[in-house]
């Protein structure tokens, strides 16, 4: 990501690890006390993009919300008024102390952000929410922290993943969507500050924190899901899920044996975009068209077929590109015209679809 970083230690910090190692992690000078550089307390915040406290101590945290300036980190704090980011970390009893919570409300009502702590094994040897967050949503948290909120006010509908449509209750029909760029798009929108609903059939990924997360396993459940969450006035529906075209015409409800089955009856899903772009007040609709073949006509043909005001078209027989893979290349259309991209990460690929999505609303 190329930041360049600058590690505080507290005390308590340096009771765990040694400064060197900071040092030599970070490739940059690392501070431990007020007075080793007298004017260093204000220096720091003046080059800062972002302040970054991981792990925050239940120590720590009160010393912030109360203004106490005795070392390095709180008095740098105190002198910062670009964002902060806190990471707390500490035993689930004291967490859930109401000292420690009165003094976390006090800190994010003066605007820090605040990211975890997650539930498991605690260094104590007991369990419970206290944990450190994932290094990953700590570095997701720090993005979301220094994105430009360009997308606050929007609230924005985002479907992921496949769907599953069920013959019985252990077979279905679904296909190979891993749901990252759904997922990726929520994520982006998010931190620009949009309000995400994030609508996901059966993935392996963690939903974003701050969306509201619903699962959708079938078309029928997406489809409903969908409507609930546009009905509340979303502003734009980005339908990335690869939803099931067809459904097993009957759905046994005990396990059906191979003997006697050799055809299975299909019927066309609902049609999740053309239903809601029939809608008299209706958002403002992204479609995915994942073809086999650089097949631009088609895409275009179903960006007019189910009225929609954008449509992604990616070619899912190119290598690092589609279904699974981190990365896709895509070709975005829509009334203004069209816009091509290189091979990018999906994270990358979101931020340009957003970008558009302004660009057009504007
Ligand atoms: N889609 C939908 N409802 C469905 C199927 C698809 O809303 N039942 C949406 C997808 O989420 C995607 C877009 O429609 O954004 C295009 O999906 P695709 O399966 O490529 O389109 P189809 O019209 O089903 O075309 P094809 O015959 O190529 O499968």
Redesign the pocket.
């Known amino acids: 990501m190329g930041a360049t970083v600058t590690v505080m230690m507290t005390g308590a910090a340096r009771e765990f690890i040694t400064p060197l190692s900071l040092q030599v992690a970070s490739q940059n000078a690392v501070h431990t006390s007020l007075f080793q550089d007298p004017l260093a307390h204000i220096a720091l915040p003046a080059q800062a993009d972002v302040l970054v406290i991981a792990p925050a101590t239940a120590n720590t945290i009160a010393k912030l919300a109360n203004g106490i300036a005795d070392d390095i980190l709180s008095t740098v704090f105190l002198a910062y008024q670009g964002p902060v980011v806190i990471a707390p970390s500490m035993n689930w009893k004291m967490y859930e102390h109401p000292v420690v919570q009165e003094n976390l409300r006090k800190l994010l009502s003066l605007g820090v952000m605040q990211i975890g702590p997650d539930c498991g094994p605690l260094a104590c040897g007991e369990e419970g929410k206290g944990r450190l967050a994932a290094v990953q949503d700590i570095v997701d948290a720090v993005i979301a922290a220094l994105s430009p909120k360009d997308l606050k006010g929007q609230k924005i509908v985002v479907?992921a993943g496949p769907t599953r449509e069920y013959m019985d209750p252990v077979r279905f029909i679904s296909n190979r969507s891993s749901g990252k760029m759904g997922f990726s798009l929520a994520k982006i929108a998010r931190n620009r500050g949009a309000e995400v609903a994030l609508i996901s059939g059966p993935t392996a990924l963690r939903p974003p924190q701050g969306v509201v997360f619903r699962q959708a396993h079938t078309?029928d459940q997406m489809f409903r899901a969908v409507e609930e969450e546009s009905e509340k006035g979303a502003d734009a529906l980005i339908?990335?899920?690869?939803?099931a075209?067809f459904k097993p015409v009957r759905q046994s409800g005990v396990k059906l044996e191979k003997r006697g089955v050799s055809t299975i009856a299909v019927d066309n899903?609902?049609?999740?975009?053309?239903s809601i772009s029939s809608w008299k007040k209706r958002p403002f609709i992204i479609?995915?068209?994942?073809?086999t073949g650089s097949n631009i006509e088609?895409a275009k043909a179903?960006m007019s077929g189910?009225n929609m005001d954008m449509i992604v078209f990616n070619d899912v027989t190119e290598k690092d590109a589609g279904f699974e893979t981190d990365t896709n290349r895509v070709v975005i259309l829509d009334k203004i015209g069209s816009t091509s991209t290189e091979l990018m990460s999906k994270d990358e690929i979101a931020c340009i679809i957003l970008d558009r999505y302004m660009k057009i609303k504007t």
């Open positions: 479907t078309s339908m990335a899920a690869a939803v075209d899903t609902v049609d999740i975009i053309s479609g995915f068209a994942a073809e088609k179903k189910k």
